[in-house]
C-alpha cells in the first residue's frame, strides 16, 4: 500500500484509497483465474501517477444551475459588461487565452486568469491559493476594482431587485434575502460540474490501449521519467500542491507577482505557485502565471530545464505535447442560460 | 385583397400572402358551414397589424453552426475579449442592457446596440439602415475602432491559423482559403435562427384567446387605436421602416446620432431611425437609438406624447406594457459553442 501512501498529499488520494480498499474487498471474494487478472490490473492502476477524472455526480441540479446563470450575468459586475464567464470563458477551455484578463475600465490584470474547469479539484484557489475553495475565489473578482469592479453589497442589491433571481434563491435556499455567501455557493455549485471526463489519455488508463497515439504514450513514459509528475500529478495532473516557479534556474519575468509569501508572510514562499493543472492544457494557453509563453512546446522545454534541470530534445518535447494533448476531455455541455431581466428597481450599470 | 396589399412595405407581406392564398384555396374545397367559420378566422387574421413570427426553417444547418461560434469567438477581435455576443448577448434577449456599448479600450459606442433577435426580419440593418441585410452588418463591428477594433484581414489572419476553422469552412464552404464574405455569411445564417416564436401574444393570434391577460387584451386595442401600430406591425412589431424620432414634438437627447440622413445625405432623413422591434421588449432596454430610457412604462409615454401627440393615462400605460410583455418568445435555445483552439501560428490579441 504504500504506492497510495505517497499520493496522500494530492487531491487524488480519497478516491485512490478508496478503490484500492474495494479492490481488495473484491479480490478476496473472486477465483484465482480471476485474482491474477486483477492483481496486474491493480499494480498497473497502483503506480500510476495520473488519475483518470471521474464523471461529476449531481448533488444539488437546481442550485448549479442557478450558479450557471449567476457565472453567465455580467450584472454582477459594476459596468454590467463582465462575467465570470468574460475571463472563465466556457467555449475556450474555462480561461480568456490572454496572458493577463481585461477588467473594469480596460484594467489588465496582474496575472494570468487560471482554467475554472477541474478547478474544484485544486488544493486551494488562485494561483497563491488564497481562497481555500470554489466558494471563496467566486467573491474575489466581483469586489476586485480591477475586475468586476463592484462591491458584494451592490451585486446582492441588484439580485434583490429581480423576480426571477428571488424566486430562484427561494426555491434553492429557502430564504427571502439574498447574501452573498449564496451567491458565491450556487457559483461554486456549478463551477464543480466543470469537470471534464473521458481524455483520450484517461481512457488509455482505463484499459483502452489504442486510446492514444505511440507518440503519445511515449510523451507520458518521458513525462513520468523525467520528473513531470513529481508536481504534475492527480486526478488534475497539478493543482494539489505549490512549488516554487524556477526550481532549478530562475525563471526571468515582468510579473510582480510573490506567490505563495502573499499568503504566508513567509520569504520561503515567495514565487511559490500552485502547480497549475495540465488537463485541457491544449486549449489554456498562453501558460505560466505571467501567460508570458503561448506555445506548448515551448512551455514543456521551459518547465524541464527551470524545474528540473533537464535539456530535452525536440523529439521528446513533441511526444510529451502529443500527451499532454489528449488531456483534453468532454468540454462543457449545456445550454446557454437565460438571464431574468432586470426591472425599473434594479440599479443601473455604471461604465466609468 | 387589399388588407394584404397595404403590407407590402413591410416584412410580413411574404408569409400573410401565402396565407391567404392558402385560405383561399382551402375555402374553395370546404363545406359552407366550415366556409363561414374559416371566412370570420381571415378576415380577424386578415386585419391584424401584427403578425405571428414563424418558426425558424433550417437551410444550412452546418454554415449555421459555424456562424454560432464565430458569433461567440472573442478572436475576431483584436484583443481576443470582445465577441459577437458581448453586445448582442443571447442570455439577455440579444442585447446588452446598456444605453450605448463597451468597445475596444473601453470605447462607449455613439449609439444602443439593437437586439439581434429577430434582426433577420429589418428592412435593413443598424438603426440607420446603413447594411442592407446581415452579412453586410457583419462585418461592421469587427473593422470598428471603437467596437471589436479588428480589421476583414487580420480576423481572416487568425481563423486561418486555426485547423478547426480551416476544416470546417472548408466543408461549408468548399474552399481551402477563407474569406470574410465567408465569415459574415455564417454569422447571419446563424442570426437568421435567432427568431423568437411561441409568444403568449402569437398563441393569442392564432386563436388562444387565453394566451394574454385581458390587461394585455386592453393593452394590445389601445396600442392599435392610439396609432403605435402605424410603425410598429408585422412580424417584428416594428424594424420595416424608418421613422423620424420625435414626430410631434422633438426628442431631446445627448446623442449625436444623426440617423438615416448619415446615409442618404439628405437633409430630410435628419432623424430617421430605423423603428425598432418590440419583440422581447422586455428583455431588450434600456429603451430608444441613445439608450436613455430604461422604463418600459416611461418609453411608452413618451413614444405617445412625442410621435403621436397623445398623453396617456398611467392605467393605459400599464396596459399597453403588459401588451408588450406578451411579445417576448422563445429564447435562443442552444448548447454553448466550443470554440477550435489556436495555433502556434495564430496572431496574439493585442489588448492596447
Given at each position: 500500500m504504500t504506492?497510495y ?10 478516491s485512490a ?5 474495494k ?5 478476496k471474494?473472486?477465483?484465482s483465474?480471476?485474482l491474477?487478472g486483477l492483481?496486474?490490473?491493480?499494480s498497473?492502476s497502483?503506480?500510476?501517477?495520473i488519475q483518470?477524472i471521474?464523471?461529476?455526480?449531481p448533488t444539488d441540479?437546481?442550485k448549479a444551475e ?6 453567465f450575468?455580467?450584472?454582477?459586475s459594476?459596468s454590467g459588461f463582465?462575467s465570470?464567464?468574460?475571463?472563465h ?16 475600465n480596460?484594467?489588465l490584470?496582474p496575472?494570468?486568469a487560471?482554467?475554472v474547469?477541474?478547478?474544484s479539484?485544486?488544493?486551494a484557489q488562485?494561483w ?9 475565489q ?5 469586489a476586485?476594482?480591477g475586475?468586476m469592479?463592484?462591491?458584494h453589497?451592490?451585486a446582492v442589491?441588484v ?6 433571481y ?11 434575502q439574498?447574501?452573498i455567501?449564496q ?5 461554486a ?8 471526463p ?16 505511440a ?8 513525462f513520468?521519467s523525467v ?9 488534475a495532473?497539478?493543482?494539489n500542491?505549490?512549488?516554487?516557479m524556477?526550481?532549478v534556474k ?7 507577482a510573490a506567490g ?8 520561503i514562499d515567495?514565487?511559490?505557485f ?6 485541457n492544457v ?16 515551448e512551455a514543456?522545454?521551459?518547465?524541464a530545464e527551470?524545474?528540473?534541470g533537464?535539456?530535452?530534445?525536440e523529439?521528446?518535447?513533441?511526444q510529451?505535447v502529443?500527451?499532454l ?7 462543457p455541455?449545456?445550454t446557454l442560460?437565460q438571464?431574468p431581466?432586470?426591472t425599473?428597481n434594479?440599479p ?5
Amino acid at each position: 500500500m504504500t504506492q497510495y501512501s505517497s499520493q496522500l498529499a494530492g487531491c487524488g488520494e480519497y478516491s485512490a484509497t478508496v478503490r484500492a480498499h474495494k479492490e481488495i474487498y473484491t479480490m478476496k471474494r473472486l477465483s484465482s483465474l480471476a485474482l491474477i487478472g486483477l492483481i496486474v490490473s491493480f499494480s498497473s492502476s497502483a503506480v500510476e501517477p495520473i488519475q483518470p477524472i471521474a464523471a461529476y455526480q449531481p448533488t444539488d441540479p437546481a442550485k448549479a444551475e442557478l450558479g450557471k446563470q449567476l457565472f453567465f450575468d455580467p450584472r454582477l459586475s459594476k459596468s454590467g459588461f463582465i462575467s465570470c464567464n468574460s475571463c472563465h470563458n466556457l467555449s475556450m477551455g474555462g480561461s480568456d487565452n490572454m496572458p493577463t484578463s481585461i477588467g473594469h475600465n480596460w484594467t489588465l490584470g496582474p496575472i494570468n486568469a487560471p482554467t475554472v474547469l477541474n478547478s474544484s479539484l485544486n488544493v486551494a484557489q488562485f494561483w497563491d491559493g488564497r481562497a481555500k475553495d470554489l466558494q471563496e475565489q467566486a467573491g474575489g473578482p466581483i469586489a476586485n476594482p480591477g475586475e468586476m469592479g463592484f462591491s458584494h453589497q451592490l451585486a446582492v442589491e441588484v439580485l434583490e431587485t429581480i423576480p426571477g433571481y428571488k424566486q430562484t434563491f427561494k426555491e434553492v435556499f429557502k430564504t427571502e434575502q439574498i447574501g452573498i455567501d449564496q451567491v458565491t455557493e450556487a457559483i461554486a455549485a456549478f463551477e464543480e460540474t466543470l469537470v471534464t471526463p473521458n481524455s483520450p489519455f484517461d481512457k488509455y488508463l482505463q484499459g483502452d490501449k489504442d486510446a492514444i497515439s505511440a507518440d503519445a504514450q511515449a510523451g507520458y513514459a518521458l513525462f513520468t521519467s523525467v520528473g513531470c509528475t513529481a508536481c504534475h500529478n492527480g486526478q488534475a495532473v497539478g493543482g494539489n500542491s505549490f512549488q516554487k516557479m524556477g526550481l532549478v534556474k530562475p525563471y526571468k519575468t515582468t510579473s510582480k507577482a510573490a506567490g505563495r509569501s502573499a499568503v504566508t508572510g513567509k520569504e520561503i514562499d515567495r514565487f511559490n505557485f500552485k502547480v497549475p493543472t495540465l488537463r485541457n492544457v491544449e486549449l489554456t494557453y498562453p501558460y505560466f502565471h505571467d501567460g508570458a509563453v503561448w506555445n506548448l512546446e515551448e512551455a514543456v522545454g521551459v518547465m524541464a530545464e527551470l524545474q528540473l534541470g533537464k535539456q530535452l530534445q525536440e523529439q521528446e518535447i513533441a511526444q510529451i505535447v502529443s500527451f499532454l494533448k489528449s488531456l483534453t476531455g468532454d468540454q462543457p455541455n449545456f445550454t446557454l442560460p437565460q438571464l431574468p431581466p432586470s426591472t425599473a428597481n434594479t440599479p443601473h450599470p455604471n461604465q466609468s
